[in-house]
């Protein structure tokens, strides 16, 4: 019963926990949903709800609106410019494994930022460390994520460029990190 009750856990079979909270940390029903959604006292994944601010210009490329280069080159780079600073702050508390901010723009998944750290130390230090403060005016809500595997938790469809539901998805659609940062941070 137990094997069976396990491998049920965070699925769409599992009947009393929410299989979407599970997955991406974030439920488009809210407090609302008729499942239970488990918040973890610990592990590796911090979210960091409505962080990034996403643009105009972002939030019609989600639409699927047709948006010329030069803006899409502006958003870009102050993306990465936000991605640098934020994994720069957070490196601080440890050893980071990845990071990812959402471009989905349902009003639970908009400007999420999830940091995994390579030790649940860390994470929890991270946490400490982030009570109480501010980025661009707003208070950083930081909380433990139940997300492990990011694989699972971003939309298939919209890696493979083909999402029909847009920005509103419930699965993760992830900002891409430009090679730049990446070398420079990762490395």
């Known amino acids: ?13 599992d009947r009393v926990n929410c299989p979407f909270y ?5 439920c488009r029903h809210g407090d609302q ?6 918040k973890p006292t610990s592990g590796q994944t911090i979210l960091l709800r409505h962080m990034y601010q996403n643009s105009p210009v972002e939030i019609a490329i989600a639409e699927g609106q047709m948006i010329p280069d ?21 490196a601080k508390y440890g050893e980071i494994e990845d990071m990812v901010v959402c471009d989905n723009i349902g009003d639970h998944m908009i400007g999420n930022v999830y ?14 460390k982030l009570q109480g403060r501010f980025y ?11 997300v492990t595997d990011f694989r699972e938790a971003k ?3 919209f890696t493979d460029g ?6 509103y998805c419930n699965f993760m659609h992830t900002q891409p990190v430009p090679a730049s940062p990446q070398r420079t941070l990762f490395w």
């Open 1 to 13: 019963m137990a094997e069976r009750l396990a491998r049920l856990l965070g699925t769409e079979e």
């Open 22 to 26: 599970w997955k991406i940390g974030a």
């Open 33 to 38: 949903c008729s499942r239970a959604h488990y």
């Open 70 to 90: 030069d803006l899409a080159d502006q958003a870009c780079d102050a993306f990465e410019a936000f991605y640098s600073e934020v994994f720069a702050e957070m």
């Open 115 to 128: 940091v995994k750290y390579v030790n649940e130390d860390d994470t929890e230090k991270a946490l400490q």
């Open 136 to 146: 661009a005016g707003k208070p950083i809500l930081a909380e433990f994520s139940p």
């Open 155 to 157: 939309c298939k469809q």
């Open 162 to 167: 083909a999402c029909s539901r847009g920005g």
